[in-house]
């Protein structure tokens, strides 16, 4: 004991040391909270099914997305269900930063070729900010000769853009919803399309099945479309696996293109045309 | 006071002299699957390991979403659809050195580690080997085994068999201060 008092240290150290380690503990306590999870995988490829999501691809990312929509399964056995006619799109996609993405791609239709870029400028966190958040922007151009009509056959009278805000939550781990909402011009239009301008909106839900497979729906509606046409909308699903992405449509609408798909669908399933299709999305890493 | 302050002086100095344990919060993991189509590899630079230099007893922790992929849609796929990590956040391995005599770890020497290792929610008991050094401060070690996936339940898909292989081998680095 008496040795035991020659080392102990007097009152003043002993309350130093105490502070010390108590203010120590509190400091690695806050930091350890300050870090927020991002949440992944709200959906996967730069789809929903027809129309854009809010994902973008990640950095030096190089997406090879093809889009293939057969002809109207109601054409019977002869035409074997549509599978003979198809639309095709082949593009690409391009993650210049985690958020920021430019794209560029062909359609057989029309003989478009599109241009959009996609900025990813809301991330959902876990327990923190609850939406992510994507504008797009895109411009669709067609090359068809010998069939405009000479005061359209311009550079802008081949043109249309569009504009859209894009906005989506994953809720828990199976199930993602999206709303967005946009802006298309339309340079001359081969249907009776009325305004030049239209605002449109989209609605679409992806949900979980198994590992690797999704669910998929999707509903578009835009102002000003004439009696001939039909608002479009599409179910799927998703199989997502390795660096390959495939998504599998049927639709009221043929569109390889989200320009066409809007002003463009003119069936609708009550009337028995259904549109099979599927998109292809392969991911490169540069 | 003074007799409050001094108990609480010994039992300060006492949590010190008689650590025993050993531990580090960033000791690395790899692991490398090799198959006929794509090799694949993750490393993680954040895991927890303890070892009790009286007793040989080892205790292992590794957060799954630690691990980095060179390829990020591979991590994203490791994490959601292989490993399930926001079921199963951690991997964990506990047990103890066989035959382990602790004059004996001032050299370097193989010794047989055996335990629970638990993975995606399932335990399995097993039995490794382990190299170990203890020098005054530190203690090293490196543990390689190799990982059956499906002793774990984790599943391939059919799709992707020639892409991963079945069994996986895990290199654990272990860097262990008092």
């Not at chain 1, 391009?94 to 057989?108: C, H, K, P, V």
């Not at chain 1, 999206?178 to 992806?206: K, V, W």
């Not at chain 1, 293109?257 to 890493?285: A, C, I, P």
Request: glycine share 6%.
């Amino acid at each position: 004991m008496l040795l035991y008092s020659s080392i102990c240290p007097d009152e003043y150290t002993v309350m130093k040391v105490f502070l010390i380690s108590i203010v120590a503990l509190l400091t690695l306590n806050v930091k350890a909270q300050e870090e927020k999870k991002i949440v992944k995988n709200t959906f996967r490829g730069g789809r929903v099914l027809n129309g854009e999501s809010v994902e973008t691809p990640s950095k030096d990312n190089l997406n090879f997305i093809i889009v293939h929509k057969f002809s109207d399964l109601s054409q019977g056995f002869y035409d074997f269900f549509g599978l003979d006619e198809a639309e095709i799109r082949l593009g690409f996609d391009y993650g210049i930063t985690e958020n920021l993405s430019a794209g560029i791609g062909r359609s057989g239709y029309q003989k478009t070729y599109d241009l959009y870029s996609k900025y990813k400028f809301l991330e959902q966190e876990e327990n923190g900010l609850p939406l992510s958040a994507t504008l797009h922007a895109g411009a669709f151009f067609n090359t068809l000769r010998n069939i405009m009509p000479t005061n359209f056959d311009t550079f802008s009278g081949r043109s249309s853009y569009m504009g859209q805000l894009i906005l989506a939550r994953k809720m828990g781990h199976k199930l993602s919803v999206q709303a967005t909402a946009g802006l298309l011009y339309e340079g001359y239009s081969f249907s009776e399309f009325d305004a030049n301008y239209s605002m449109f909106s989209t609605i679409s839900t992806r949900f979980r099945l198994t590992r690797i497979i999704y669910i998929a729906g999707e509903y578009s509606y835009i102002t000003g479309i004439s009696e001939v046409q039909e608002y479009p909308y599409a179910i799927g699903f998703n199989l997502d696996t390795g660096g390959h992405l495939f998504q599998l449509i049927f639709s009221n609408s043929q569109a390889t293109h989200s320009k066409s798909m809007l002003t463009d669908t003119f069936d609708s399933w009550t009337e028995g045309s259904v549109y099979f299709g599927f998109n292809l999305v392969r991911t490169f890493y540069l | 006071m003074k007799r409050i302050l001094s108990i609480w002086w010994l039992m300060f100095i006492a949590t010190m002299v008689f650590a025993q344990n050993y531990k580090s919060n960033e000791n690395r993991i790899w692991f490398y699957s090799e198959a006929p189509l794509e090799n694949i590899e993750a490393t993680t630079n954040k895991v927890y390991a303890e070892i009790n230099y009286e007793t040989g007893s080892v205790y292992v922790k590794v957060p799954i979403e630690s691990f980095v992929f060179d390829k990020e849609l591979m991590q994203e796929h490791f994490n959601d659809q292989y490993l399930e990590s926001w079921k199963y956040p951690l991997a964990e391995f506990s047990g103890s050195i066989v035959e382990y005599i602790k004059g004996e770890v001032h050299k370097e020497k193989s010794y047989k580690v055996k335990g629970n290792l638990t993975i995606h929610g399932v335990s399995k008991s097993i039995e490794t080997d382990v190299k170990i050094a203890k020098t005054n401060e530190l203690f090293v070690g490196t543990l390689i085994t190799k990982i059956q996936l499906s002793d774990y339940k984790i599943k391939i898909p059919r799709m992707v068999i020639q892409n991963i292989a079945e069994v996986v081998d895990v290199t654990i680095l272990l860097n262990l201060s008092r």
